[in-house]
């Protein structure tokens, strides 16, 4: 009996020191006894409190900007009679004509012709400086034969097609413009002899040479020349001005000889013309 009361006692002792020594320990070994105490009296600070995202608000809507009122047009303009009437003053209109002829004798030949040119051309400008852009008309009328027998005849038959021109107009001063003017093709003639016989009235005989220029050739020797106009102007009044082809006899071997001579005038209307 005594015996169980001292081993009961003995283990009663072990478990008493033994017992708390290892919970301590373990107690260490989580957390310390520190931590237990804090934690026993409240004291041991509590998680962080991690607020609620805070609501974002929602993107506002762009303010609406009102649509602006169209601009009213601007009114138009009306120039007063005395400023439209300055404008229509650089309204004009340009002529030029122009007469050459040309007087062929033959070598060996009592024949003879006289060969009519007619050139005019016209064009309408509304600036102080211009381009004008048409087409000259060339008229030819021929008088007397190529050749003449008793019982027939060759006559001249001249062509001259339309040709393009190009006019430049340039107003130097008041009263002073200068007009330069080319023809942008060559001015070609087409010549054609057509003969006739009295005793065989259905016979024809027609024949074409090459291409002339005899025209073309004239016109070159203008006085001014025609590329180096300077002629008046007025506001309210034509003007006119004159310029000469001299005389001149040119060679045609070995058929004959050509005298050749002509004038000419241009015109500037005031206003659009006629």
Request: aromatic share 8%.
């Amino acid at each position: 009996m005594n015996r169980l009361t001292i081993f009961f006692a003995m283990a009663l002792f072990i478990f008493i020191c033994f017992v708390p020594a290892k919970s301590f320990s373990k107690t260490q070994q989580e957390g310390g006894l520190e931590d237990i105490i804090k934690e026993e009296s409240g004291l041991a600070p509590r998680p962080e409190e991690v607020p609620e995202e805070e609501a974002i608000p929602e993107e506002a809507a762009p303010e609406e900007i009102p649509a602006m009122a169209p601009t009213p047009a601007a009114p138009a303009v009306r120039l007063p009679p005395e400023a439209a009437a300055r404008e229509g003053e650089e309204a004009r209109q340009i002529v030029i004509d122009s007469l050459v002829n040309l007087n062929y004798v033959f070598n060996n030949s009592p024949d003879s012709f006289i060969l009519k040119y007619h050139l005019h051309l016209e064009g309408k400008v509304a600036a102080t400086i211009a381009v004008v852009k048409g087409t000259a008309s060339i008229a030819t009328e021929v008088t007397g034969f190529l050749a003449k027998w008793p019982t027939g005849s060759c006559k001249l038959v001249v062509n001259i097609p339309d040709t393009p021109f190009e006019m430049i107009f340039r107003k130097s001063s008041e009263d002073k413009a200068n007009i330069d003017l080319k023809f942008t093709n060559p001015i070609t003639e087409t010549w054609e002899s057509q003969c006739s016989f009295e005793d065989a009235p259905g016979a024809k005989f027609n024949t074409k040479g090459d291409p002339e220029k005899w025209l073309a050739k004239a016109l070159e020797k203008a006085r001014p020349p025609l590329n180096r106009l300077t002629m008046p102007v007025t506001v309210d009044e034509s003007t006119t001005m004159k310029f000469e082809i001299g005389k001149q006899n040119i060679k045609d071997p070995p058929l004959g000889s050509a005298e050749v001579e002509g004038t000419g005038v241009i015109t500037i209307n005031p206003g659009a013309g006629g």
